[in-house]
């Protein structure tokens, strides 16, 4: 697979070798489906004009380049991404290692891809918000921070990956120090901001691959980015340091379900500070218990690498979140869940079951 991206990807793609093995699939399918070889679009229009081609798995990266190919060639009716949510198996193909390990080689313990827009917890990590801004679907631009302590670091790198980023500007410890900072936008330009500092103004856009990339010096407070298009504003976005105080926050996607043994609530943990921003750095043990109708049915957190079950009661946080599951029973009642953490309180919540 790594001779399937870059440089590489694109000569593998349209090899005469390559297209003499697809020549008989291709003959014999009406639309021809492409893992992988985003490559070869447009070739196939020219081997096979009267049909359509789907790009069926492609690397979640290569949105930008891809998403264009699709805008501008008629043939080509559109892309599925490998992957949409995490799943467990695959352990590795998208885990950052920073000390030397091998992505796909059995690396205990993993268990996640760990490469899907979206986490095991469900939590949209920043490719997806990229992927709506690529598809045209936002308009305000998306802030992600390259994590600050691994600036500089080497890692190990798929053709699955993007770059090891959170939508987070709180690292304590890190103050002065270092930080790659990456702004989405559909716009002509991006400008960003640090405590109502300009740090100037950059492409943005599809001619950009959508993304303006900067380094600046961490500090506290407010990171901004604006986008810009015909010098009027179309979209801002703001993420905020959050304060030492840690809170603990839960709250049901559902509060009534139906009694019939299989109806569930998902339940989301997070830390905030007092005011509610978001803690992704910090890290706490989250105690659950269930009583009443119905039972936990699991918990955990969206880290790859975690040697907990979840059907542990008992689980950290893995970039500030965790997700607990309840079942109802097939009778009527109520559900209470507390949800608990060492120096952050703890959070009651009730859940009706009715038939």
């Known amino acids: 697979m790594s001779l399937m991206e870059g440089e590489r990807g694109e000569y593998f793609a349209v090899h005469p070798l390559l297209t003499e093995a697809l020549e008989g699939c291709s003959s014999a399918s009406d639309i021809t489906g492409l893992n992988y070889l985003t490559g070869r679009h447009i070739l196939e229009h020219e081997l096979h004009p009267h049909k359509t081609v789907l790009g069926t798995e492609t690397y979640p990266a290569d949105i930008a380049r891809l998403w264009g190919i699709v805008k501008r060639y008629p043939h080509v009716i559109g892309d599925f991404t490998w992957t949409g949510y995490d799943y467990l198996g695959e352990a590795g193909c998208g885990i950052f290692h920073y000390d030397d390990a091998v992505n796909f080689s059995s690396v205990y313990p993993e268990r996640a891809a760990y490469i899907g827009d979206l986490d095991l917890t469900g939590y949209r990590r920043p490719i997806s918000y990229l992927r709506e801004i690529v598809y045209g679907l ?45 702004v989405y936008a559909d716009a002509q330009e991006v400008e960003l901001f640090l405590n109502g500092v300009s740090l100037g103004r950059k492409p943005a856009g599809e001619a950009a691959a959508f993304t303006a990339c900067y380094e600046l010096s961490y500090e506290p407070g407010e990171l901004t980015a604006v986008s810009y298009t015909d010098g009027a504003e179309t979209g801002r976005c ?118």
């Not at 959170?166 to 103050?175: M, R």
């Open 238 to 355: 703001t993420l905020m340091t959050a304060g030492e105080e840690l809170v603990l926050y839960a709250a049901a996607d559902r509060t009534e379900l139906t009694a019939d043994g299989e109806d569930l609530s998902f339940i989301t943990v997070k830390l905030t500070d007092s005011a509610g921003r978001d803690n992704l750095f910090a890290s706490k043990k989250i105690s659950v218990s269930v009583e009443g109708a119905g039972r936990l049915e699991a918990f955990g957190s969206a880290d790859p690498q975690s040697l907990g079950s979840y059907d542990d009661t008992v689980w950290e946080t893995y970039d500030g979140y965790a997700l607990a599951v309840v079942r109802a029973a097939e009778t009527e009642g109520t559900i209470q869940v507390t949800v608990s953490a060492d120096g952050c309180g703890q959070q009651c919540i009730e859940i009706k079951v009715r038939k």
């Open 138 to 182: 936002r308009k305000e631009p998306y802030l992600a921070v390259q994590r600050l302590n691994r600036y500089g670091m080497p890692c190990s790198k798929t053709p699955w990956m993007h770059k090891d980023t959170v939508a987070s500007w709180t690292w304590p410890g890190y103050e002065g120090k270092p930080a790659l900072v990456d």
